[in-house]
């Protein structure tokens, strides 16, 4: 059974930093693409970030310069470290891997995080 689960969640104010893992069992991360989602009340969920297999990067707008993703596959491991939080960032968000397909087909449940003034 896959599983991802994140963690790393929680509150900052504003120009903060977290960093969000999501760590998989069931599923190998390694050779297959890999992403952080988010959505905030009242929005849709939206792509914040991906990872493909060979560690090209992508970004929103908003979160270039911001955000880092990275992988760590021997652990299984994603991580997206939030730099200089804004308001805006405040949202659920999710990891979810692609399994080598063209849609992202695993999701973890979520964590939030929450940014204040």
């Known amino acids: 059974q896959v599983r991802l689960a994140e963690s790393g969640g929680g509150s900052a104010q504003t120009g903060g930093s977290l960093q969000l893992s999501c760590l998989g069992s069931?599923?190998?991360?390694?050779?297959?693409?890999l992403s952080w989602h988010r959505q905030a009340p009242g929005k849709e969920r939206e792509l914040v970030a991906a990872?493909?297999?060979?560690?090209?990067?992508s970004y929103i707008d908003s979160v270039e310069g911001r955000f880092i993703i990275s992988r760590d596959d021997a652990k299984n491991t994603l991580y997206l470290q939030m730099n200089s939080l804004e308001i805006d960032d405040t949202a659920v968000y999710y990891c979810?891997?692609?399994?080598?397909?063209?849609?992202?087909?695993?999701w973890g449940q979520g964590t939030q995080v929450t940014v204040s003034s």
């Open positions: 979810a891997a692609d399994g080598c397909r063209s849609e992202w087909i695993y």
């Open positions: 990872i493909s297999d060979d560690n090209t990067t």
């Open positions: 069931g599923y190998m991360f390694s050779g297959c693409g």
